[in-house]
């Protein structure tokens, strides 16, 4: 379970990343039409990327905190018994 929601973690700060990464690139893309256009026909700059990208990074570190905190399975390792005298 630990293992999936590290997983999930870091595939959530990946994305928010990479789309606020990509988004703030500014590229024009054709077929979408543009609420506003910033110079040079350019689409205009989302708010608050810098934020989302940050909290994208910030969610991919956390995801080790998840796997840390997180109880492991049953098998994970077995109990360490003391050698017999």
Request: glycine residues 8%; positive net charge.
């Amino acid at each position: 379970m630990r293992a999936s929601l590290t997983r999930l973690t870091v595939l959530a700060g990946v994305v928010l990343a990479a789309t606020s990464f990509t988004l703030g690139l500014r590229l024009p893309i054709s077929g979408i039409t543009q609420l506003a256009a910033g110079p040079a026909g350019l689409p205009a700059e989302v708010p608050y990327l810098p934020v989302v990208f940050i909290l994208g990074i910030m969610l991919m570190f956390l995801s080790a905190v998840v796997y840390e905190l997180l109880p492991g399975s049953r098998n994970a390792s077995p109990p360490v018994r003391p050698r017999p005298r």
